[in-house]
């Protein structure tokens, strides 16, 4: 990948959470691939889908998720309260780690709106970065 990777609000919090898991192997490694990209370069912030939904089962003609009725409403929802939380708007273009030092600042209210009921719970509860986050034990 060449170009800079374009991502959505919920992603812009959920993926730092990524642990392997994924709907196929296709997917898992176009997201692993998008996020070596997004370290190195950084990214833009997009509406809609981004270089992560692009290779989504779920995605329908390139521009909603199908995933069930009414998750493409709820995944912009999602979007827009992700980028209220971090203070950004689409169209900016920021480095990863900018992003990840918001994180520990913000994950209370995430937690409490998104991921009790959020079918990934299981996979990112694998992840450290968010049991440390979650129990109140990630420090600087």
């Given at each position: 990948?060449?170009?800079?990777?374009k991502?959505?609000?919920?992603?812009?919090i959920?993926?730092?959470?990524?642990?392997?898991?994924?709907?196929?192997?296709e997917?898992?490694?176009?997201?692993?691939?998008?996020?070596?990209?997004?370290?190195?370069?950084?990214?833009?912030?997009?509406?809609?889908?981004?270089?992560?939904?692009?290779?989504?089962?779920?995605?329908?003609?390139?521009?909603?998720?199908a995933?069930?009725?009414?998750?493409?409403?709820?995944?912009?929802?999602?979007?827009?309260?992700?980028?209220?939380?971090?203070?950004?708007?689409?169209?900016?273009?920021?480095?990863?780690?900018?992003?990840?030092?918001?994180?520990?600042?913000?994950?209370?209210?995430?937690?409490?709106?998104?991921?009790?009921?959020?079918?990934?719970?299981?996979?990112?509860?694998?992840?450290?970065?968010?049991?440390?986050?979650?129990?109140?034990?990630?420090?600087?």
């Amino acid at each position: 990948m060449s170009h800079i990777p374009k991502l959505r609000g919920h992603h812009l919090i959920c993926l730092h959470f990524f642990n392997g898991k994924g709907y196929s192997e296709e997917f898992i490694k176009s997201l692993r691939e998008t996020l070596e990209n997004v370290n190195r370069v950084g990214f833009e912030i997009c509406k809609g889908p981004d270089d992560i939904c692009r290779k989504c089962p779920y995605l329908e003609n390139g521009e909603i998720c199908a995933y069930d009725e009414q998750s493409d409403e709820e995944i912009t929802k999602m979007d827009g309260f992700a980028l209220e939380l971090l203070k950004k708007t689409t169209g900016t273009k920021i480095k990863w780690h900018d992003i990840k030092e918001v994180i520990p600042g913000i994950f209370s209210l995430w937690l409490k709106r998104y991921c009790k009921g959020c079918s990934w719970k299981g996979a990112c509860e694998e992840n450290a970065f968010y049991r440390e986050l979650r129990d109140g034990k990630y420090t600087l």
